[in-house]
Nanobody
């Protein structure tokens, strides 16, 4: 129901823009998020954009470098990643839910629709 794309190999300091296209109806009614999982590590929260109002929240590790956005007309969420670092290397997953509680929006369990992941590799 979610298709993530845009990953690839980039040098440190470079940029990538991930896309997450949804096939669910009324995607504008979903809170969207990005998570990532580095090899050998647990999946972690990256960013979220709330369904109403569009307020955003970011992990401290990406704040100021990554920007989450959405285009409801295109049923798509984005993650613009600037000033990439080798520690950003991971599989990035998009997620969505119609019923995310604000205080839970950084937790995986709050989301019930997931994409398949796209690999981002940052070389030093």
């Amino acid at each position: 129901q979610l298709q993530a794309s845009g990953g690839g190999l980039v040098q440190a300091g470079g940029t990538l823009k991930l896309s997450c296209v949804a096939s669910v109806p009324s995607f504008n009614a979903y809170t969207k998020a990005w998570f990532r999982q580095a090899q050998g590590k647990e999946r972690e929260f990256v960013a979220t954009i709330r369904r109403y109002g569009g307020s955003t929240d970011y992990a401290d590790s990406v704040k100021g470098r990554f920007t989450i956005s959405r285009d409801n007309a295109k049923n798509t969420a984005y993650l613009q990643m600037n000033s990439l670092k080798p520690e950003d290397t991971a599989v990035y997953y998009c997620a969505a839910s119609r019923s995310v509680i604000l205080s839970q929006s950084t937790y995986q369990r709050a989301y019930n629709v997931w994409g398949q992941g796209t690999q981002v590799t940052v070389s030093s």
